[in-house]
């Protein structure tokens, strides 16, 4: 299954592309993205060493990521067949209780919709349900360029 199909992205998204599949941030840390509904996904990844800090807790950057991913799908999932792309503003992420193993789940709901803006809250719970960061992402919206011929 091709990055975009996982993702629900439009196939015209993959002229667009520059990372080979497999390759890109997401792929390497073994992010797993869901759209539950038009404004609600979620993001989930089984805590490696790769996520974890040399004390072994998970980075703060595993988290940042996380939020600054699944907003950025989210937006362009629902930008993208108007002729857009969204690309990241601003990633504010809080770290409320370390992790060190088992899946840490995100759940993103846009709160704002705008025309050139998008903004995403994203809570990060444990296999125990406990909230372990926050983000607040703020996307910006941009008319898409043609691809490269």
């Known amino acids: 299954m091709a990055a975009y199909d996982r993702y629900e ?11 080979p599949e497999g390759a890109s941030l997401e792929d390497v840390l073994g992010f797993s993205l869901e759209r539950l509904d038009e404004e609600t996904w979620k993001i989930s990844t089984e ?25 950025s799908v989210g937006t362009v999932a629902a ?9 990241g503003q601003s990633n504010l992420t809080h770290f409320l209780r370390p992790a060190r193993r ?7 709901r846009a709160i704002h919709r705008g025309r050139t803006s998008w903004i995403w809250e994203i809570d990060m719970t444990d296999d125990q349900g406990r909230r372990v ?4 992402v703020t996307m910006a919206v941009r008319p898409r360029a043609e691809a490269p011929t």
């Open 133 to 136: 960061a926050r983000s607040t």
């Open 102 to 108: 088992g899946t840490i789940t995100g759940t993103a």
């Open 9 to 19: 992205i439009d196939p015209e998204l993959v002229p667009l592309l520059v990372v």
């Open 47 to 71: 805590i490696q060493d790769a996520h974890r800090q040399p004390l072994g807790l998970v980075h703060g950057g595993t988290y940042a990521a996380m939020a600054e991913t699944v907003a």
């Open 79 to 87: 930008v993208f067949p108007d002729g857009n792309i969204a690309v």
